[in-house]
């Protein structure tokens, strides 16, 4: 069990990594860090679904993390 556990969670931080990738809007190195400029911008279309879509992955992985904690 602790190894199907081990083994999700890797795959749910590669699927979390990528999720973030997608998310970088800018052409801009600066932009990676925090520049840019813009303090709000709505999300629309896809961007929303990525958006979301990070928010349920991340939650995945600190499940599973928790999981990993109790069950050894």
């Not at 190195?29 to 520049?35: D, H, Q, R, T, V």
């Not at 303090?39 to 991340?58: C, D, E, L, P, W």
């Amino acid at each position: 069990m602790n190894t199907i556990l081990f083994y999700s969670q890797i795959a749910v931080s590669l699927i979390l990594i990528i999720l973030i990738i997608l998310q970088q809007r800018g052409a801009a190195l600066g932009s990676a860090f925090g520049g840019g400029g813009e303090f709000y911008s709505a999300r629309r279309g896809a961007q929303k679904k990525i958006y979301y879509g990070t928010m349920a992955v991340s939650a995945l992985f600190i499940i599973l993390g928790i999981l990993n904690l109790f069950i050894q």
